[in-house]
C-alpha cells in the first residue's frame, strides 16, 4: 500500500514539475501574400491583454525558426547550419523553450518572466532568441560566432514580423535584451556559452 501511494505522489510531482505543451502542427497553408505582409509590416507596442491560442503560437515558433524540411532545416538560414539559435517563451504561466523538432515548448519554470525581456511593454507573450556559441564549432574566432549569431537572429526576427503581419498580430523586437544577458541567464539556468540576443514582445494590437 504504502509503495502505491509513493509511485502515486512520484508520478503527481512528475506532472507538477513538467508540465510541456504539444503544439499543435503548424498551419503552413494561406496568410497574406509576402507582398501584402511586406506592405504591413509594422512595429507595434500597444496590444490587448488576451492570451494568444496555442495554434497562433504554433504558427508564429513554425515561422520564426521551425522545421521546414526532412533535414532538419529551418524557416530561417544559420551560418555553416550551425543552428545555434533558440527561442524562449515567456507566458504569464510559465517559461518555456521551443523545440522545433517536436513542435513542443518545454517547460523551464512556472515564473511570469515577460517583463524581465520586454520591461517596457505589456504583451501576452515574449520571445527570447538566445545563442549557443558551443555549436558554432567550425568557427574558432568567438567574435566571428556573435557577428554570424546577431545576423542569423535578424533573419529569425523579420519571420516574426512578416508571420504578425499576416497574422494579424502585433509585435516589436527587443534590443535591449542582450544588456540583462546575466540575469535572463540566470532565471533560465543556461549555460555561460549562452547569450540572449534579441526579445520580441507578441500579441493583439490594441
Avoid at 4 to 28: C, G, I, R
Avoid at 113 to 133: N, V
Avoid at 173 to 193: M, N, P, S, W, Y
Wanted: with cysteine; glycine share 6%; proline share 4%.
Amino acid at each position: 500500500m504504502k509503495k502505491t501511494l509513493f509511485s502515486l505522489l512520484a508520478v503527481a510531482l512528475t506532472v507538477t514539475l513538467f508540465a510541456d505543451v504539444e503544439l499543435p502542427a503548424p498551419q503552413k497553408k494561406g496568410g497574406m501574400p509576402l507582398m501584402e505582409a511586406l506592405n504591413a509590416r509594422k512595429t507595434i507596442r500597444k496590444y490587448e491583454a488576451k492570451e494568444l491560442s496555442l495554434q497562433q503560437i504554433s504558427d508564429l515558433l513554425w515561422a520564426a525558426f521551425g522545421v521546414n524540411r526532412k533535414d532538419g532545416k529551418r524557416t530561417a538560414p544559420t551560418a555553416v547550419n550551425a543552428q545555434e539559435l533558440t527561442i524562449f517563451v515567456l507566458l504569464k504561466k510559465g517559461t518555456f523553450r521551443y523545440d522545433a523538432e517536436k513542435n513542443t515548448l518545454v517547460e523551464i519554470n512556472k515564473k511570469d518572466l515577460r517583463k524581465l525581456a520586454a520591461p517596457r511593454f505589456e504583451a501576452p507573450l515574449t520571445l527570447i532568441i538566445a545563442s549557443d556559441t558551443t555549436r558554432q564549432s567550425r568557427m574558432k574566432d568567438p567574435a566571428k560566432r556573435i557577428h554570424y549569431s546577431d545576423v542569423d537572429t535578424g533573419y529569425v526576427s523579420q519571420n516574426i514580423y512578416l508571420y504578425c503581419a499576416s497574422a494579424g498580430l502585433g509585435t516589436v523586437a527587443i534590443g535591449g535584451v542582450a544588456d540583462r544577458g546575466e540575469k535572463i541567464r540566470a532565471e533560465l539556468g543556461l549555460a555561460e556559452t549562452v547569450y540572449p540576443v534579441l526579445g520580441h514582445a507578441v500579441g493583439i494590437p490594441k
